[in-house]
T-cell receptor, first 113, second 113 residues
């Protein structure tokens, strides 16, 4: 089955700096790659996603890139703010598996004021 | 509000007891899921239902029994609770064919003592 690895597990940045989280996946059939943000005591919330026919997508301070050949994708947060502090998860899905999302292990991001 | 709602939010119980967690979504989605998040924040799928039909069952002990009375509800019943069942359980929903995105509930923190 699909295996998703995520790095780093923790990331501390100064407010205003950029943060980058990287993920690799194993199944070349995966065609959808969402990113979730989980704040303390809450469920994961979708913040951005990318499909396999697109190489890059941007939404304000957040961008995601996908390299299908290398089977890795990354989340980029620019101009980080304290409210960006949370746990971020990448995920991948193989459509044939009934839309099952496989998650990476998560990255705890701390933005220091 | 359109959402995925789970009850209860917190559940503390003794080993050996039987307990249920309820989930309801009003998003009109046809697929619902149960995920388990352990103490290290790792998210792992347990079950998935599409239009009341079980489509994913990920090597979960048979003490866990999901039930979907209709496509808007997916409940989780756990028999003979063990210490290792302590975790946060998340319900989620998605529209299987038209969108891959999941919407998560806010979670149920189960503590077995």
């Amino acid at each position: 089955g699909e295996n998703v690895e995520q790095h780093p597990s923790t990331l501390s940045v100064q407010e205003g700096d950029s943060a980058v989280i990287k993920c690799t996946y194993s199944d070349s059939a995966s065609n959808y790659f969402p990113w979730y943000k989980q704040e303390l005591g809450k469920g994961p919330q979708l913040i951005i996603d990318i499909r396999s026919n697109v190489g890059e997508k941007k939404d304000q301070r957040i961008a995601v890139t996908l390299n299908k050949t290398a089977k890795h994708f990354s989340l980029h947060i620019t101009e980080t703010q304290p409210e960006d502090s949370a746990v971020y998860f990448c995920a991948a899905t193989v459509k044939a598996a009934g839309n099952k999302l496989t998650f990476g292990g998560g990255t705890r991001v701390l933005v220091k004021p | 509000d359109t959402a995925v709602s789970q009850t209860p939010k917190y559940l503390v119980t003794q080993m050996g007891n039987d307990k249920s967690i309820k989930c309801e979504q009003n998003l009109g989605h046809d697929t619902m899921y149960w995920y388990k998040q352990d103490s290290k924040k790792f998210l792992k799928i347990m079950f998935s239902y599409n239009n009341k039909e079980l489509i994913i069952n990920e090597t979960v002990p048979n003490r866990f029994s999901p039930k979907s009375p209709d496509k808007a509800h997916l409940n989780l019943h756990i028999n003979s609770l063990e210490l290792g069942d302590s975790a946060v359980y998340f319900c989620a929903s998605s529209q299987r064919d038209s969108s891959y995105g999941y919407t998560f509930g806010s979670g149920t923190r189960l503590t077995v003592v």
